[in-house]
């Protein structure tokens, strides 16, 4: 027998290291998506961010001038106070050595030493240094009593030192960073020549600028804090001033959305006798005007649907009746003379034409008048689309036109109302044919996903620019002269673009003088759905390429 141990398996769960970037970074974006909508939304945010960056940028420039006017201010009264003193250091130094003629003197060093520590306590400046200097007996004294040597010989202090000892006698002034024993600080250094009967020696003023700092540094941070104040001060007056006439023009707003989603009641309130009270009552002059208007167009759309109503169903009856008489007589036109039957056959004519014309007047009215109704359910419309062929194909023939029907081999299921899209499609191709000029007309049906379509494709006159939105109106015509084979009523295309919406869908039309046309119905393939996009173009193929042809592009 043998035995198998058990294998422990230990799985060490990883740390989403990156988690925490990723949502600060998602975070930034949102808070960042959400200033900029408010920017673009809001006209007071603008106003409130434009004064606060435009008086940001004065205040800034206002603070920078001022304290570099008082830094610099401070700075030369300092130098020109410190000039005097070391001009006046450097006669009584020359008076105290005139006597000391040999660098090796033995009392030089010590008369040094008491020449320094004069001058410095002549000096009302608190931590100021002063040191005498020969550089050739490399001899130095400071006061306090410090390596002076050392202090001079560094590398900040060279170019002042090459001044001073240079051709041209003079003053000058340094400003360095310096140890001399109390830490680096910020000095302002004078050096001049102290003329002697031996070797000239180099007088040096070393003036602490930590007082001068602190009175720049008070009045930059007294300038920050004031800018700081003024610009949030600016900005609540900009709020306020911004919200004074910004609130009128939101109300304005909000009451014209009202308006336009048919309370007309709605008007603004005029306060006071400014130009935003003119506007208010100019706004509500305009707004009651416009109710007036709409009211008025509203009776009369009324009445004028109400007429067509009752007379398309008045003329119902005594339509039945000549219905009946025209029927006889047509029956009976074989034993009529010639003329006799002729007329015959022209009143059945008319009358099918006339019952169309009612048909179609009382569609339109129960579209305008709102009690259209949808039954809609899964149909396959590849039948429907060749049954539409099938019966104008006795119309194509008349005409001279080869009509094609080109469906997939395979079902296409949607949700519609099979008798009203068979309405659209039925004429969509009768139109095709009559203005197909003898041309084939081409019929495809094509499905994706969420959508089927259906274009009409005839060679005809075309359609010029504009008329693509035309064709819809009621009783329009491209061309009223012309002679057509069926005598249509003009509410065709009216009535199938009525069924298209209802369906939630798109009917529109594309076309171009000599070119023909195409009409484009989308259908979505679930009832409800909202249409993104077409299985079919609008434009054809063919247009398309003769486009880029055109411009010299490839299709």
Same mark, same amino acid.
């Given at each position: ?48 961010? %434009? ?59 010590? =008369? ?34 410090? #390596?002076?040597?050392? $202090? ?7 170019? @002042? ?13 340094? %400003? ?45 941070? $007294? ?17 306020? @001033? ?81 219905? @009946? ?58 039948? $429907?689309?060749?049954?539409?062929? #099938? ?9 001279? $036109?080869?009509?094609? %029907? ?57 359609? =010029? ?91």
């Amino acid at each position: 027998m043998v035995r198998i141990d058990p294998i422990i398996v230990r799985v060490r769960r990883l740390r989403p290291r990156r988690l925490v970037p990723v949502a600060v970074a998602r975070r930034t974006r949102r808070y960042w998506a959400a200033a900029r909508r408010q920017w673009r939304r809001s006209l007071q945010v603008r106003v409130v961010g %434009i004064t606060l960056l435009l008086s940001a940028t004065l205040v800034l420039a206002f603070g920078y001038t001022v304290a570099s006017l008082i830094s610099q201010g401070v700075l030369q009264s300092k130098i020109n106070t410190s000039k005097e003193q070391i001009a006046n250091g450097a006669d009584y130094a020359t008076h105290e050595l005139e006597g000391f003629t040999q660098a090796d003197d033995p009392g030089l060093p010590t =008369k040094l030493r008491t020449v320094a520590g004069s001058l410095a306590s002549s000096m009302d400046v608190a931590g100021a240094e002063v040191i005498l200097l020969r550089r050739s007996s490399d001899l130095a004294a400071s006061w306090p009593e410090r #390596d002076a040597h050392a $202090v001079m010989t560094t590398r900040a202090m060279e170019p @002042m030192r090459s001044q001073v000892v240079g051709s041209r006698p003079g003053t000058y002034q340094q %400003i360095a960073t310096l140890d001399v024993g109390m830490g680096q600080q910020k000095y302002l250094v004078l050096g001049t020549r102290v003329a002697t009967a031996g070797d000239p020696v180099e007088l040096y003023y070393l003036l602490p600028l930590k007082a001068e700092d602190d009175l720049v540094r008070f009045v930059a941070l $007294v300038v920050n804090v004031t800018g700081v104040a003024l610009v949030a001060l600016l900005a609540l007056i900009a709020a306020m @001033m911004t919200r004074l006439v910004v609130k009128p023009v939101r109300v304005a707003a909000r009451t014209a959305q009202r308006l336009s989603a048919g309370l007309l009641d709605q008007r603004m309130q005029v306060r006071g006798e400014d130009d935003l009270a003119r506007l208010a009552a100019a706004f509500n002059q305009m707004a009651a005007n416009l109710q007036r208007q709409i009211v008025r167009l509203e009776e009369m759309s009324r009445l004028q649907r109400r007429f067509t109503s009752d007379v398309s169903h008045e003329l119902r009856t005594p339509l039945t009746t000549v219905r @009946m008489a025209a029927d006889l007589l047509f029956a009976s036109r074989e034993d009529f003379d010639p003329a006799a039957a002729r007329s015959a056959e022209l009143l059945q004519a008319e009358l099918d034409r006339f019952e169309g014309l009612l048909a179609d007047l009382l569609e339109i009215s129960r579209f305008d008048a709102g009690f259209a109704a949808l039954d809609a359910e899964p149909t396959d419309l590849v039948p $429907v689309v060749r049954r539409v062929g #099938d019966r104008l194909e006795s119309l194509a023939e008349r005409c001279g $036109v080869e009509l094609k %029907i080109e469906t997939p081999d395979t079902e296409v299921i949607a949700e519609v109302d099979p008798r009203r899209v068979e309405r659209i499609l039925r004429n969509l191709v009768g139109n095709a044919v009559e203005h197909g000029e003898g041309k084939p007309v081409i019929v495809r049906l094509a499905a994706d996903g969420s959508a089927v379509a259906v274009t009409v494709r005839d060679h005809g006159v075309g359609l =010029k620019t504009g008329e693509e939105k035309l064709v819809f109106n009621r009783f329009w015509r491209a061309d009223p002269s012309r002679a057509r084979q069926t005598g249509g009523t003009g509410l065709g295309l009216s009535i199938s673009l009525e069924d298209a919406r209802l369906h939630g869908g798109w009917l529109e039309a594309w076309g171009a003088p000599g070119k023909g046309a195409q009409f484009r119905l989308t259908l979505p393939a679930r009832n409800g759905d909202r249409l993104v996009s077409s299985p079919l173009r609008l434009v054809p193929d063919d247009a398309r390429a003769d486009e880029a042809a055109l411009i010299g592009e490839t299709p």
